[in-house]
């Protein structure tokens, strides 16, 4: 059982727009940024979105990200096969159980 | 560019010791403005974060509730890496193992990563 909650599944067709969400608690999405992430089969996670909207250098414009209380969401539009994968969201989390805590991981699949 | 590349058996019988090793190019073990990491991911547990190493004038570890009396990660300056040992492992330490930089330039996010290890216990 994940710290963080997330669906166990999206999906869309091309061109589409599609979200994710992430809930979590006042310990860790309440007062700490968000970031996502991106894993394709037999891959390392790639991260996709730091400090809850900010996108890496490469990372296309089609991801955002987005925060309000304690949830979080992952925005991808004009969605495209290559966006076919596990998606993961991530937190700090001030509990005494952890420091970082991750989402259970959504597979987005591109119809 | 940085990479993070992983080494270390693949297969552990139980109660022994997992051992893994993260070699860092195009950065410094030493930097203070990163941290060093180490996260699983098992279909039963999916990504679990189980330290960090980082050096701020002097060397920090931070380790999970769930593997602290078992785990031990260190850094060695001279070969700019850093390792990971977990003892006494079972079964249940069966995972991908992942080393992962924590840098301060994306506020706290894991930016770079090695490219997984799986590792077995079984006897």
């Known amino acids: 059982q994940s710290v963080l909650a997330q669906p166990p599944s999206a999906s869309g067709t091309p061109g589409q727009r599609v979200t994710i969400s992430c809930s979590g608690s006042s310990s860790n999405i309440g007062i700490n940024t968000v970031s996502w992430y991106h894993q394709l089969p037999g891959t390392a996670p790639k991260l996709l979105i730091y400090s809850d909207n900010q996108r890496p250098s490469g990372v296309p414009d089609r991801f955002s990200g987005s925060k309000s209380g304690t949830s979080a969401s992952l925005a991808i539009s004009g969605l495209q096969s290559e966006d076919e994968g596990d998606y993961y969201c991530?937190?700090?989390?001030?509990?005494?159980?952890?420091?970082?805590?991750f989402g259970g991981g959504t597979k987005l699949t591109v119809l | 560019q940085v990479q993070l590349h992983q080494s270390g058996p693949g297969l552990v019988k139980p109660s022994q010791t997992l051992s893994l090793t993260c070699a860092i190019s195009g950065d410094s073990v030493s930097r203070s403005s990163a941290a060093w990491n180490w996260i699983r991911q098992s279909p039963s547990r999916g990504l679990e974060w189980l330290g960090r190493t980082y050096y701020r004038s002097n060397w920090y570890n931070d380790y999970a509730i769930s593997v602290k009396s078992r785990i031990s990660i260190n850094a060695d300056t001279s070969k700019n890496q850093f390792s990971l040992q977990l003892n006494s492992v079972t079964p249940e330490d069966t995972a991908v193992y992942y080393c992962?930089?924590?840098?301060?330039?994306?506020?706290?996010?894991?930016?770079?990563w090695g490219q997984g290890s799986l590792v077995t216990v079984s006897s």
């Open positions: 991530a937190a700090w989390d001030d509990s005494l159980n952890g420091y970082v805590v």
């Open positions: 992962a930089r924590r840098s301060i330039a994306v506020t706290g996010a894991f930016d770079y």
